[in-house]
């Protein structure tokens, strides 16, 4: 089974920046597709950006020329760069691995609030 946990948010101003980490053990990081999804409070869990094994992306569009998401292999680890961040941008940020079709891993969670 793969082990996520996820680290870096917090409290951030409009405009500014921040970086999520997700550090993967217990299986082969990467033979997965790796994705960061988001969930604010009374809304449903929506995808933000998801990298191959291959390392090609996918972004929704709301983040797209904001965010970059990568992986660094060597070190099983996901990364989320986040810049520009708005309001909007507030949620519980997760980090998900997939393997296949069946095969899906969650880590716990990390807040990022964007505010004055």
């Known amino acids: 089974q793969v082990q996520l946990v996820e680290s870096g948010g917090g409290l951030v101003q409009p405009g500014g920046s921040l970086r999520l980490s997700c550090a993967a053990s217990?299986?082969?990081?990467?033979?997965?597709?790796m994705g960061w999804y988001r969930q604010a409070p009374g809304k449903q869990r929506e995808l933000v950006a998801a990298?191959?094994?291959?390392?090609?992306?996918n972004y929704a569009d709301s983040v797209k020329g904001r965010f970059t998401i990568s992986r660094n292999n060597a070190k099983n680890t996901m990364y989320l760069q986040m810049n520009s961040l708005k309001p909007e941008d507030t949620a519980v940020y997760y980090c998900?691995?997939?393997?296949?079709?069946?095969?899906?891993?969650w880590g716990q969670g990390t807040q990022v609030t964007v505010s004055s």
């Open positions: 217990g299986s082969i990081f990467s033979s997965y597709t």
């Open positions: 998900n691995a997939q393997y296949g079709v069946d095969l899906r891993y």
């Open positions: 990298i191959t094994a291959g390392g090609s992306t």
